[in-house]
């Protein structure tokens, strides 16, 4: 690994080579008969969209899936060709690019059909659509009355040269908790959407609920496809599931400072805005030069867990824009040495699940947040990527 002045403050390593691994034990799960696709949003949860992309395909993903149309066109401009699925269009967004690059382009109502079947006229291609069912999520999709204008608008657009309906599909809202009895109700709303489009001629090549969460606990709800997101990354969707090992999955990032300072200070010193943390005795005080600029929750002040010189640390006091402190005690650390807020966890250093719990959040924000100051260092990268 290459360390440039750039990447000696900070770094976020990720081990594509993790990310392969994860995708193979998502496919040994699901089976054969069942393509995984590759969820890629919001730069692969602050990962790096194109090489985490292009890892998911390697790993033997079959799909991405991306929540805007920019960002599945960014993935075309890489040179990416497999179906891309985007999910989260607005009023005015590009879908004549989106025909061009051959995108699959959810519809949740007949606004998006109109503004599609629009742009097929004047660019005289046809559109790869999927349509989108709320079967009880309460977010994107298309509700129970007003599927059968959806399906029949398109269809009728589909018969004109204008769309090829290649999905139907939906999302779930409580799958990471087992046994929800939403979960149950959502699956047998999928099956009469579903059963419906499929009666009045809808032939998709794709039907898919389930994300990661179901991916992991929830085999009938594979259909011919699963988007898996976080579990890609080697992160578990949710501590009562399991821990990401219990699955098989390795975490794919791993977050390291290097202790910009290091100075012993005596007894009763205040630490960091407000003096919330303050020194019970003399100690040595290291500075971790990472802050809520760059994604560390400021709510993890006084709580965030990182490994300093071989032990556990929690961060001192508040975690400011750019830095925060950690007390080393009588431990002689030397300035630049590591600081490792969280990675795969097999190494005595904390996760990215631990900052969640310090944060009173989940382990996606964590990641996903890590900010563009901190430079991504990408190791097990294979040829082709
Ligand atoms: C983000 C997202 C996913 C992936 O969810 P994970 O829980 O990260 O696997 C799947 N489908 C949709 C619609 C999403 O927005």
């Known amino acids: ?17 993790a990310l392969r691994g994860n995708v193979r034990a998502l496919r040994e799960r699901v089976g054969t008969g069942v393509q995984v696709m590759g969820v890629v949003k919001a730069d692969a949860y602050g990962h790096g969209a194109v090489p985490c992309a292009r890892a998911a395909l390697e790993g033997g993903a079959t799909w991405l899936g991306t929540a805007t149309p920019h960002e599945a ?13 985007c999910w989260l269009w607005t009023p005015g967004d590009p ?21 599609v079947t629009r742009a097929a006229r004047a660019t005289g291609g046809t559109a790869r659509v999927q349509l ?51 979960i149950a109700a959502q699956l047998d709303a999928f099956h009469d959407m579903l059963g419906y489009a499929e009666k009045a001629g809808v032939e998709p090549e794709v039907r898919h609920i389930a994300n990661s969460p ?64 303050v020194t019970e005795r003399e100690t040595n005080l290291g500075l971790v ?9 400021r709510h993890a002040s006084g709580r965030g867990p990182v490994l300093v010189g071989g032990k556990v640390r929690t961060v001192a006091g508040r975690v ?10 009588r431990d002689a ?37 890590i900010g563009s100051r901190v430079p991504r260092v990408y190791t097990n990268v294979t040829h082709a990527s």
């Open 289 to 297: 030069p990472l802050g809520y600029a760059d994604g560390i929750p």
């Open 132 to 182: 989108k069912a709320d079967t009880g999520l309460g977010r994107n999709g298309c509700q129970p009355a007003d599927w059968p204008r959806l399906v029949g608008e398109a269809l009728k657009a589909q018969a004109e040269g204008l769309v090829r309906i290649t999905g139907v599909w939906s999302h779930f809202a409580c799958a990471d908790e087992p046994g929800h009895p939403s």
């Open 214 to 277: 179901a991916t992991l606990t929830l085999p009938e709800s594979y259909f011919d496809l699963v988007r898996a997101g976080i579990a890609l990354y080697g992160v578990s969707p949710s501590p009562e599931l399991g821990t990401a090992a219990d699955f098989g999955l390795r975490a794919v990032m791993r977050l390291v400072g290097s202790l910009a300072l290091v100075k012993t200070v005596p007894a009763g010193h205040g630490v960091s805005y407000g003096h919330h943390y």
């Open 333 to 369: 650390v030397e300035p630049g040495a590591p600081a490792v807020l969280f990675g795969a966890g097999d190494q005595g250093e904390p996760t990215a699940e631990d900052w969640a719990r310090a944060a009173d959040t989940i382990a996606y924000e964590i990641v996903t947040r």
């Open 73 to 85: 066109l960014a993935l075309r401009a890489a040179g990416i060709d497999v179906p891309v699925l």
């Open 95 to 115: 879908w004549d690019e989106g025909i061009r690059a051959g995108l699959d382009m959810s519809l949740s109502g007949m606004w998006a059909l109109e503004e």
């Open 320 to 329: 400011a824009m750019d830095q925060f402190v950690v007390d080393l005690g």
């Open 1 to 17: 690994m290459s360390e440039t002045p750039q990447t000696l403050r900070a770094r976020a390593e990720i081990d594509l080579g």
